[in-house]
């Protein structure tokens, strides 16, 4: 079965500190991966989206990046952090006959 | 682009009410749909999905019903109970764009009373 672990858990961080969470996924080869960023009270926001490692698109720009250097991992990043930043992060992948499945998120405040 | 409506912002509800959430899509082409089902402090959870008109999807006694003709995917269950107390996201995504992800609905917030 596919896991999909996130890191940190939550973070409380200054404005304009730099930012780095991550994502891993287990017992699946080649995943698309995905960043979505979800305000409190929110939608679901697709910030990025991977098909393979070193690539990474762009789909909403919020000062942000992303980066895949290995096929399980997916990094998400920003070297000074906003107040709008803050929020739920969460790291997904796709399986073709299903759906989208998430990771249980990382809580960012930003202060 | 695409897009996903959920009417319903909020719905309150007793335990044994029959639940009914309103989506309705507008895509170029021929979408999956999907629910969501996001607990709070969790990732949201995948519930079912359908992929063509007519095609009824279902779990842990919710379902809806793929029709095309009104774009639509609403979400029923028949009994609710104060554990499906959540907020419940419509959303769809390309069959032929696999890479991309899913785009969703504002999400409808559920709460059920004892």
């Known amino acids: 079965a596919q896991t999909i672990h996130q890191w940190p858990v939550a973070e409380i961080k200054a404005v304009g500190s730099p930012l780095s969470l991550g994502c891993t996924i287990k017992?699946?080869?080649?995943?698309?991966l995905y960043w979505y960023w979800q305000a409190t009270g929110g939608t679901l926001q697709q910030l990025f989206y991977?098909?393979?490692?070193?690539?990474v698109e762009s789909v909403v720009q919020l000062n942000l990046s992303a980066s895949r250097p290995k096929d399980d991992q997916f990094i998400l990043s920003t070297e000074k952090l906003l107040l709008s930043h803050s929020g739920f992060y969460l790291c997904?992948?796709?399986?073709?006959?299903?759906?989208?499945?998430f990771g249980k998120g990382t809580r960012l405040t930003v202060v | 682009g695409d897009s996903v409506t959920q009417t319903e912002g909020q719905v309150a509800l007793s335990e044994e009410d029959f639940l009914t959430i309103h989506c309705n899509y507008s895509?170029?082409?021929?979408?999956?749909l999907f629910w969501y089902v996001q607990y709070p402090g969790e990732g949201p959870q995948f519930l079912f999905r359908?992929?063509?008109?007519?095609e009824k999807g279902s779990s842990r006694g919710f379902e809806a019903t793929y029709d095309k003709g009104t774009t639509s995917f609403h979400l029923r269950k028949a009994s609710v109970q104060e554990s499906d107390s959540a907020v419940y996201y419509c959303?769809?995504?390309?069959?032929?764009?696999?890479?991309?992800?899913?785009?969703f609905g504002l999400g409808t917030r559920v709460s059920v009373f004892p």
């Open positions: 997904a992948w796709r399986d073709r006959g299903h759906g989208v499945f």
């Open positions: 017992g699946k080869s080649s995943p698309n």
């Open positions: 991977s098909i393979t490692v070193g690539q």
């Open positions: 895509a170029s082409g021929y979408p999956a």
């Open positions: 359908a992929s063509r008109d007519k």
């Open positions: 959303a769809l995504g390309d069959p032929g764009n696999y890479a991309q992800g899913l785009t």
